[in-house]
T-cell receptor
Framework: AQRVTQPEKLLSVFKGAPVELKCNYS??????LFWYVQYSRQRLQLLLRHISRESIKGFTADLNKGETSFHLKKPFAQEEDSAMYYCALRTGTTDSWGKFQFGAGTQVVVTP | NAGVTQTPKFQVLKTGQSMTLQCAQDMNHNSMYWYRQDPGMGLRLIYYSASEGTTDKGEVPNGYNVSRLNKREFSLRLESAAPSQTSVYFC?????????FGQGTRLTVV
């Protein structure tokens, strides 16, 4: 069965320090992975998609199929990065549909 | 461009009452989803609809029903609300790529 694991419930970092959020997945098919961010009491917003390999708000994430990981990284954390971050795995046989399996989320707190 | 719109934003129900959460998207997406968000558990899929006219159970469907009224609208119904259904409910839609989420409905069952 597919599963997404985010081992850290809470990450507390200082402004300007690097931050890494861990995500591991299990899925027998070809994975499509995402990172979503949710600022306080707001809707989830798509942050990154592994296929696009882009950097958003200074965040990057690399899919490592050997380690089944999709860790999210940012070299210098900012206070506005304080939010809940979810790793998500899309399962489905075609690109036109599919379910999203979410991890439990990691709360990031950036202190000045 | 509204994206995904959910109504209501807040609701308090008494145990045993029924209600329907509404969701509409204006992005011409085929797939739509209902999730519930609980502390420490992330988002769990309740039901999804791959296309108009089809619906399927997700991870936690018990106590819920859905209707894909047309391509735009996907509603979630609680027939007899229970305190365990106190949660934040998110609707989402997708065509390709990532899913887009509504702003959520905060439901409390007392």
């Amino acid at each position: 069965a597919q599963r997404v694991t985010q081992p850290e419930k809470l990450l507390s970092v200082f402004k300007g320090a690097p931050v890494e959020l861990k995500c591991n997945y299990s899925y027998s098919g070809s994975p499509e992975l995402f990172w979503y961010v949710q600022y306080s009491r707001q809707r989830l917003q798509l942050l990154l998609r592994h296929i696009s390999r882009e950097s958003i708000k200074g965040f990057t994430a690399d899919l490592n199929k050997g380690e089944t990981s999709f860790h999210l990284k940012k070299p210098f954390a900012q206070e506005e990065d304080s939010a809940m971050y979810y790793c998500a795995l899309r399962t489905g046989t075609t690109d036109s549909w599919g379910k999203f399996q979410f991890g439990a989320g990691t709360q990031v707190v950036v202190t000045p | 461009n509204a994206g995904v719109t959910q109504t209501p934003k807040f609701q308090v129900l008494k145990t045993g009452q029924s209600m329907t959460l509404q969701c509409a998207q204006d992005m011409n997406h085929n797939s739509m989803y209902w999730y519930r968000q609980d502390p420490g558990m992330g988002l769990r899929l309740i039901y999804y609809s791959a296309s108009e006219g089809t619906t399927d159970k997700g991870e936690v469907p018990n106590g819920y029903n859905v209707s894909r009224l047309n391509k735009r609208e996907f509603s979630l119904r609680l027939e007899s609300a229970a305190p365990s259904q106190t949660s934040v409910y998110f609707c989402a839609s997708r065509r390709t790529g990532g899913a887009f989420f509504g702003q959520g409905t905060r439901l409390t069952v007392v």
